[in-house]
């Protein structure tokens, strides 16, 4: 069972590049997630999205894009790369249904470091 | 919205002795708690969930955590822990307040267990 797939697992990006962190799961799930993880400061929320077509922010999209054209699939967008997006992306995708209690199951992560 | 605190940073621990790891959590409404794992450079897994019943849940690799409402705390905990247990530990909260049900993360416990 794959579960979430995020590639690449490792990037190293220049001030001003863009690049699309690709994340895919073949669970079925609805439910989509984006978190970057700093340091001493856990998971925050980038984006977000509940269904094909359908994304939204979270606590901290500045300087990100997101796009759900298939349940499957959930890019996320860099455009103007900038060393304040030094951090590990995290990938997720909740059980069929949503819901509050729903169980989120993560990708390996990738890391980025804006140079 | 809600906040999670978790109270330390850091617990070294020696093999075999027991472990406690604390999180706080603020909210208004009825919550959902999770305890999650992430082991060096990979991505995260659930530990044990409390969703509703029961306060004492079990999780797997011999965890267990309790909800008290009254002290708003859900603590992990582990009567013997092994080296392997060496890990980055998080608690999450969701509730029906949150964006498409996302998780709200502490900042992350380090628990380094040592012969």
């Known amino acids: 069972n794959a579960g979430v797939t995020q590639t690449p697992k490792f990037r190293i990006l220049k001030i001003g590049q863009s690049m699309t962190l690709q994340c895919t799961q073949d669970?079925?799930?609805?439910?989509m997630y984006w978190y970057r993880q700093d340091p001493g400061m856990g998971l925050k929320l980038i984006y977000y999205?509940?269904?094909?077509?359908?994304?939204d922010k979270g606590e901290v999209p500045n300087g990100y894009n997101v796009s759900r054209s298939t349940t499957e699939d959930f890019p996320l967008r860099l455009e103007l790369a900038a060393p304040s997006q030094t951090s590990v992306y995290f990938c997720a995708s909740s059980t069929p249904g949503g819901g509050a209690g729903n169980i989120q199951y993560f990708g390996a992560g990738t890391r980025l470091s804006v140079l | 919205a809600q906040s999670v605190t978790q109270l330390d940073s850091q617990v070294p621990v020696f093999e075999e002795a027991p472990v406690e790891l604390r999180c706080n959590y603020s909210s208004s409404v009825s919550v959902y708690l999770f305890w999650y794992v992430q082991y060096p450079n990979q991505g995260l897994q659930l530990l044990l969930k409390y969703l509703s019943g029961s306060t004492l849940v079990k999780g797997i690799n011999g965890f267990e955590a309790e909800f008290n409402k009254s002290q708003t705390s859900f603590h992990l905990r582990k009567p013997s822990v092994h080296i392997s247990d060496t890990a980055e530990y998080f608690c999450a909260v969701s509730d029906n307040s949150n964006s498409g049900y996302a998780l709200n993360f502490g900042k992350g416990t380090s628990l380094l267990v040592t012969p």
């Open positions: 999205s509940v269904g094909a077509g359908i994304t």
């Open positions: 669970m079925n799930h609805n439910y």
